[in-house]
Nanobody, 123 residues
Framework: VQLQASGGGLVQAGGSLRLSCAAS????????MGWFRQAPGKEREFVAA????????RYADSVKGRFTISTFKANNMVYLQMNSLKSEDTAVYYC?????????????????WGQGTLVTVSS
């Protein structure tokens, strides 16, 4: 399984970015796809997750109402649309995949990880 994240960059506070994650290597129909982030000096934290088959979503409280996770199954893509960005959203963002639907917020439950993409929000 390979996960390739992209779309990070520098944006002003209040702006938007869309992160993409290209997934390959196996069928993902029973998987949960997640986004996590890690700011300097902090632990990697859950951002959002979506079930590949049913589209059920889950968000961290800190991003609820501002971020939207989605999939485009035809191309095996996972997206994270980030709006109303704040300086505290600055982090390296990672996409991840897990084969079960439980504990979607727990980073230790994810089986596969992509490389990170850096998001910097200037205030």
């Amino acid at each position: 399984v390979q996960l390739q994240a992209s779309g990070g960059g520098l944006v002003q506070a209040g702006g938007s970015l869309r992160l993409s994650c290209a997934a390959s290597g196996r069928p993902f129909s029973n998987y949960v796809m997640g986004w996590f982030r890690q700011a300097p000096g902090k632990e990697r934290e859950f951002v959002a997750a979506i079930s590949w088959s049913g589209g059920r979503t889950r968000y961290a409280d800190s991003v609820k109402g501002r971020f939207t996770i989605s999939t485009f199954k035809a191309n095996n893509m996972v997206y994270l649309q980030m709006n109303s960005l704040k300086s505290e959203d600055t982090a390296v963002y990672y996409c991840a995949a897990k084969g079960t639907t439980r504990d979607v917020t727990d980073r230790d439950r994810y089986d596969y990880w992509g490389q990170g993409t850096l998001v910097t929000v200037s205030s």
